[in-house]
């Protein structure tokens, strides 16, 4: 038996057409079952759905032997053990700063100031300022990133950002970029020896998935 960690949502959503053109169809749906361990019409492949942050855990500890998650994710939690053979580009997004319109974002940051910035991602923002020169104060949210530059709690915050609807619903602009984030197949390294064939066939399924649909994001 082969297990898919997949988590509901964008990824779900985007991963199915993948799944499909692989021949792979989830019996379920995750939106109406309360199930979280979901079968396919293969019998040895089921999916089983986690939490977006919890995919490289249960792929790292074998919970599951393949998941999908988005680079995000993969680099706050290091990626340690996994196997991470292809990018699939979906769940596409950038990683930025944003702040408040009225906030001089380039004169703090020329004049050396020290900047709080409230994120997620505190590994990606504390490597980035880091590389830039800037003095941050990091504090961790888990969510509503977008709340903290308007109650004055943070001066920026580092949050993914797709279409931008977000950030200027809530009077914040965009003023960096740090990385492009889309999500990635990720495989239990000591269940691609001992399940070889079976991963290796899902692996290439996805594969020749993607080299179907090459610009289905553009
Ligand atoms: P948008 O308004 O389209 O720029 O989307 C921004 C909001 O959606 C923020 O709250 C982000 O945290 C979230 N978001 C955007 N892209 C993704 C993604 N690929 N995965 C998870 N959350 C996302």
Known sequence: MITLALSKGRIFDETLPL???????VLEDPETSRKLILATNKADLRVVLVRATDVPTYVEYGGADLGITGRDTLIEHGGQGLYQPLDLDIARCRISVAVRKDFDYASAVRQGSRLRVATKYVA???????????????????????????T????AIVDLVSTGNTLKANDLVEVETIMDI???LVVNQ?????????????????????????????
């Open 19 to 25: 799944l499909r053109a692989a021949g792979i169809e």
């Open 124 to 150: 990606i923002a504390r490597d980035f300022f880091a590389t830039k020169g800037v003095h941050v104060d990091l504090i961790k949210l888990y969510g509503s990133m977008e709340l903290a530059p308007l």
């Open 152 to 155: 004055g709690l943070a001066d």
């Open 182 to 184: 889309s999500a990635r």
């Open 190 to 218: 000591a269940a691609l020896k001992l399940k070889q064939a079976a991963l290796r066939q899902t692996i290439d399924g996805f594969a020749a998935a993607l080299r179907q649909a090459p610009d289905r994001n553009s």
